[in-house]
């Protein structure tokens, strides 16, 4: 969605605030395609900072559907990202234009979709878990082991034992 900028650029002391409607049911970026479980608009307020200047404020507040990075099992991560952005039309041409914001705007217009995608990627986690304990996947057999142990061997030897194991192995050829 896209939102006229032209009053807030151009007129002194203009402050507009609405709450802007997300429409898209997925979310997709670098790290996959995301289904969208609860979005709520997105609070915006708009102030005049200048000559073709403007700040952008607000709230964006949806839970997507990520993968935990242990066991793959599907987990609702909610995101509530406080946003502040400063603005400057295509056409100024001052000396601090690099201290503005550009990738959300096209022309006048703030892209209200791209500004929600680039604020989440900003506040992506690290690392989603579907709790602190969990015990991921067995590497054997893929079993989830929050489920319960799947019996399988997961004995990793010290590789710095090698060598007596090389030892003991060609004594046993003789």
Not at 138 to 147: A, S
Request: proline share 4%; with cysteine.
């Amino acid at each position: 969605m896209l939102v006229n900028l032209v009053d807030v650029f151009t007129n002194d002391g203009c402050v507009q605030e609405m709450d802007v409607p997300y429409e898209a049911e997925r979310f997709s970026c670098v790290y996959g395609n995301f289904s969208i479980q609860e979005k709520n608009p997105v609070t915006l307020r708009l102030s005049h900072l200048g000559q073709s200047k403007a700040l952008a404020e607000g709230n964006i507040k949806l839970t997507l559907v990520l993968a935990c990075d242990r066991c793959l099992k599907d987990v609702e991560y909610p995101f509530d990202v406080t946003f502040r952005l400063k603005l400057v039309s295509p056409d100024y041409a001052g000396a601090d234009r690099d201290d503005y914001e550009f990738s959300v705007l096209e022309g006048n217009h703030l892209n209200v979709d791209e500004l929600i995608r680039a604020e989440i990627l900003f506040n992506w986690p690290e690392k989603v878990l579907c709790r602190e304990d969990c015990k991921g996947i067995c590497k054997v057999c893929g079993q989830n082991l929050n489920d319960g142990a799947c019996g399988c061997d997961d004995f990793v030897p010290d590789p710095r034992m090698a060598v007596i194991k090389d030892l003991m192995n060609a004594n046993k050829e003789v």
